[in-house]
């Protein structure tokens, strides 16, 4: 069965340096997704990507990140400067987007996440 | 997207029927209903997905009233390993990203 991977699985990083997560989603899918969550709270959105571009964000997503997908197979996420309050296990997910807005039928499929802690 | 209710938490037993019961009041006409499952330190894992009435796959089953103002996961025979929280979702789809509530905590003992 197909699988969303992410690496590394683990990555610790000092505050204020970049870092760079990345996922491969499933080869068929169209839309790319990435999440977060903090240590005993909800999986929150982060942002959506869709033909090359950022589909919808949320107001977590500010400019110290950014999404890529530098080539046809992986899908990057980019902090710019790392804050203590960044510390989560990050998500990408990819649906293949047969659903679309207005049916709701997408099923995300999610990767088993990157744990990122910022000391 | 429409807000969604259920337990914090829930104990049962092995070998036993579980049912989680998730409100969604404020569902819209083209929302469908999504089951997430999530282990501690795993994403989340897609269960089961419906609009209305039943569906039943290898895992769960989905009961979803006429009104779909609720839905009840069904666990049939759960195990230990069932351990998990377990998401309620509504709507979603697209570039829409999912919205997670803080789920239902289910511990099976032994």
């Known amino acids: 069965e197909p699988e969303v991977t992410q690496t590394p699985s683990h990555q610790v990083t000092q505050m204020g340096q970049e870092v760079i997560l990345r996922c491969v989603p499933i080869?068929?899918?169209?839309?790319f997704y990435w999440y977060r969550q903090i240590l005993g709270q909800k999986v929150e959105f982060l942002v959506s990507?869709?033909?090359?571009?950022?589909?919808?964000k949320s107001e977590i997503f500010d400019d110290q990140f950014s999404v890529e997908r530098p080539d046809g197979s992986n899908f990057t996420l980019k902090i710019r400067s790392t804050k203590l309050e960044d510390s989560a296990m990050y998500f990408c997910?990819?649906?293949?987007?047969?659903?679309?807005?207005?049916?709701?039928?997408?099923?995300?499929?999610f990767g088993p996440g990157t744990r990122l802690t910022v000391l | 997207l429409a807000k969604t209710t259920q337990p914090i938490s829930m104990d049962s037993y092995e070998g036993q029927e579980v049912n989680i019961t998730c409100s969604h009041n404020?569902?819209?006409?083209?929302?469908?209903i999504t089951w997430y499952q999530q282990f501690p330190s795993q994403g989340p894992r897609f269960i089961i997905q419906?609009?209305?009435t039943k569906v039943t796959n290898e895992v769960a089953s989905l009961f979803i009233p006429a009104d779909r103002k609720s839905s009840t996961l069904s666990l049939p025979r759960v195990s230990l390993s069932d351990t998990a929280v377990y998401y309620c979702?509504?709507?979603?789809?697209?570039?829409?990203?999912?919205?997670f509530g803080k789920g239902t905590h289910l511990i099976i003992q032994p």
């Open positions: 997910a990819s649906s293949d987007g047969t659903g679309g807005r207005t049916l709701g039928t997408d099923t995300q499929y």
């Open positions: 080869s068929n899918h169209l839309y």
């Open positions: 990507f869709y033909n090359n571009e950022i589909s919808e």
């Open positions: 404020n569902i819209a006409t083209n929302d469908y």
């Open positions: 419906g609009y209305k």
């Open positions: 979702l509504v709507g979603g789809g697209g570039a829409d990203g999912l919205t």
